[in-house]
């Protein structure tokens, strides 16, 4: 938390004297009762003591006046906000090797899954678009605020076939930089979004080297690098993951962790390895959040005044229950 006027946070020093100056007169009220010598007529006048309740509402008003000395040094919280506008794209491999088991039930069921998860943590107006690629890229949803194609275009993948990554990933930059208003894509150049300064970003999740297509990863990624796109990247599966082959061998398909950790770092993005279907929905989960919103200073001036009325309510309304009187 931070101060815009910090000066006014000496004040709080108001605080420690207002409570050394209440000390000294519950001693000077102590001393003057011990005058009252009469102590079983002063205990008939006085069958119960308040105890903790007489020091409750001046205490209420000590806080208050903390609350209030904050208040005035305008206190600036840092707070999450959903995005106005950006666009993500998710980057889906369904190759053939989205099959294995590794990962329960499946890697393609458990993306699946954890995309859904994704969806559910990004604010309702930001736009997603989702593009899948075993041997050739295809874009299923351009970048659409309408949530519910993307879901519904999720649950119709199935896996097969090579592992075109760098086509898909560079179809995906593409899009990232469509002009939805218009209908076009922008010139993005080191805007880090589209044309009209719309934020972009890529999340890309594969289980496999690049096995076809016409793009190498490292070329796609130079491509993101030089729109400002920065690309997620989520390595799926174990190094003992297999599939069936033609023949019926067991055939490995580790993930590529090594290109995937190239393309987030030159991307400007991050990269992450799930080995389990828990990891991959918490990496999708985090990215919801940290794509859907942004980190904004903003004055909370109006919750330390509220807060110090309150307690200043609270503090009368007490010591007139119990009372009769205000503190």
Known sequence: ?????????????????????????????KRHAVRFTNLELLANLVPRTPGWRRHLPPMLLLMALSALLLGLARPQATVLVPRDEANVILVMDVSGSMEATDVSPNRLAAAQEAAGAFLDRLPD????????????????SPPTADHAVVSDALGSLQAGGG???????????????LDVGRGNEADARGS????QGVP?????????????GETRPEEAAGRAQSLGVPVYTVALGTEEGTVEGPSGQEVPVPPDQETLRLVASETGGEFFASATEADLVSVYRDLGSSLG????????TAAFAGTGA???????????LWFGRLP
């Open 1 to 29: 938390m931070s101060f815009a006027w910090p000066v006014f946070l000496w004040g709080l020093l108001l605080v420690p004297a207002a409570g050394v100056l209440y000390l000294l007169a519950q001693r000077r009220r």
């Open 125 to 140: 107006d930001l736009r997603v678009g989702l593009v899948t690629f075993s041997e050739r890229e295809q874009v299923l």
């Open 163 to 177: 592992t075109a990554m760098g086509d898909g990933l560079l179809r995906a930059t593409e899009i990232s930089q």
């Open 192 to 195: 880090g979004g589209n044309g």
């Open 200 to 212: 972009a970003a890529v999340v890309l999740l594969s289980d496999g080297a690049n096995t076809d």
């Open 293 to 300: 919103f942004v980190e904004e200073e903003r004055e909370v």
């Open 310 to 320: 309150a307690l200043i309510l609270a503090g009368g309304v007490l010591s007139t």
